[in-house]
Each structure stands twice: as structure tokens, then as C-alpha cells.
């Protein structure tokens, strides 16, 4: 049984693109929760994804959009990168009202 | 607003010897409080989770930890350390029963032969 699949695991972007980073949520889970990772600290919430639409969202601005498909998987963009964009990003599932998350291994983006 | 403290950036122990990672919290209601670790390069895995019932929590790897509601603390221990255990520690903590969770900053555990 997978986990979550996240993809690409490594990305490198410059300054003022868009990237857009992709997950596979665990079989059975149909809610996916986006982290930021910033070298040396803890994962900061993104938002979060429940039949399609963004039902929670963290203190992240407008450049951060994101999007859930039928088949539950999600993806996030985000536009105009920064340099301090530059972070790993872990996508979580769970299953609806479940209490527990399983995170993927994230994808590593430099922006430069 | 939800909030965890890890005090501790770095803890040393001997292999062999007693690990325990400390964290404390804050939420407006009854709290959900999960530790997970994190290995380099990796994504976090789950190491144990309190909801409710008894205060001592067992996880994976010998991993317990326990809840303390006076002290507003959910320490991680573990009896005896291994080498293999030296990583990154995230204690969190949850409002209700899906929505965000919010991270400590981490404990790197180093533990030496």
C-alpha cells in the first residue's frame, strides 16, 4: 500500500517563476494538508484540501494557491517565487475526521 | 491560539542511557498532540499521538510519551537510546480532530556510542 507520493523530489526555480509541486495522498485518505519547511525549523501550515475546496488556510499570502482533484490528489503553485520560498514542502493525508496524518518526503525547492 | 515550545534545540545522550525530549503546549480546548521524527533529508514520520484516555502513550521504535493536562507538557521518552535514534523531533499539537496542526521548532537528538 503507498504512501504518500510527492513529486518532483528536488526542484530548482529562479527568481519571479511558478513552480507547481504534486501529491498522491495515501489509499483510503481524502484530505491533503500542505507544509512549508524553512531550513532549521518546524513545518508551517499551507492550507488544506476536503472534496476540492480549500477548507483551512495558514498565514501564507496570495502567491500560494493550491488545488484538490477527484481522485483526491492535490497540487500546489505558487507564483512569483522568492527567495525565501525556498523551503521543503510536505504534503499530509488523512482520512476525513481520522486524526492522523501521513506526510510524504517532500519536495526540495531552491529558488536562485 | 494553538502553540508548542520545544526548550531544547539540541539533546545529548549516551546510547544506553534514558532519552526524553521536552514539550509544552497551548490550545483553547481539550488538545491533540502528536510527536513525529524527522530523519535528514526526509519527510516526518509518526512516532505516537495522544486524543484521550490514559496519560501514558506508547509509539513505535519504544517511544512513549506522556500527557500531562496540570503542566501542559507531552514529554517524549524513551528507556534505553540507540545510536539509530539520533534525528529531528517535532512535537505538535491540534484543536480539533482535523484541521491544521501547528509544529514546535524541533529537538535534534544526538545520541553517541
Known amino acids: 500500500d503507498a504512501g504518500v507520493t510527492q513529486s518532483p523530489t528536488h526542484l530548482i526555480k529562479t527568481r519571479g517563476q511558478q513552480v507547481t509541486l504534486r501529491c498522491s495522498p495515501k489509499?483510503?485518505?481524502?484530505?491533503v494538508s500542505w507544509y512549508q519547511q524553512a531550513l532549521g525549523q518546524g513545518p508551517q501550515f499551507i492550507f488544506q484540501?476536503?472534496?476540492?475546496?480549500?477548507?483551512q488556510r495558514g498565514n501564507f499570502p496570495d502567491r500560494f494557491s493550491g488545488h484538490q482533484f477527484p481522485n483526491y490528489s492535490s497540487e500546489l503553485n505558487v507564483n512569483a517565487l522568492l527567495l525565501g520560498d525556498s523551503a521543503l514542502y510536505l504534503c499530509?493525508?488523512?482520512?476525513?475526521?481520522?486524526?492522523?496524518?501521513?506526510f510524504g518526503s517532500g519536495t526540495r525547492l531552491t529558488v536562485v | 491560539a494553538q502553540s508548542v515550545a520545544q526548550p531544547e534545540d539540541q539533546v545529548n545522550v549516551a546510547e544506553g542511557n534514558p532519552l526524553t525530549v521536552k514539550c509544552t503546549y497551548s490550545?483553547?480546548?481539550?488538545?491533540?498532540l502528536f510527536w513525529y521524527v524527522q530523519y535528514p533529508n526526509r519527510g516526518l514520520q509518526f512516532l505516537l499521538k495522544?486524543?484521550?484516555?490514559?496519560?501514558l502513550v506508547k509509539g513505535s521504535y519504544g517511544f512513549e510519551a506522556e500527557f500531562n493536562k496540570s503542566q501542559t507538557s507531552f514529554h517524549l521518552k524513551k528507556p534505553s537510546a540507540l545510536v539509530s535514534d539520533s534525528a529531528l523531533y517535532f512535537c505538535?499539537?491540534?484543536?480539533?480532530?482535523?484541521?491544521?496542526?501547528?509544529f514546535g521548532a524541533g529537538t535534534q537528538v544526538v545520541v553517541t556510542p
Open positions: 505538535a499539537v491540534r484543536e480539533d480532530s482535523w484541521g491544521k496542526l501547528q
Open positions: 495522544y486524543i484521550t484516555g490514559d496519560n
Open positions: 489509499s483510503g485518505h481524502d484530505t
Open positions: 499530509a493525508s488523512s482520512p476525513h475526521g481520522g486524526q492522523g496524518y501521513t
Open positions: 490550545v483553547s480546548g481539550n488538545p491533540y
Open positions: 484540501y476536503y472534496e476540492e475546496e480549500e477548507r
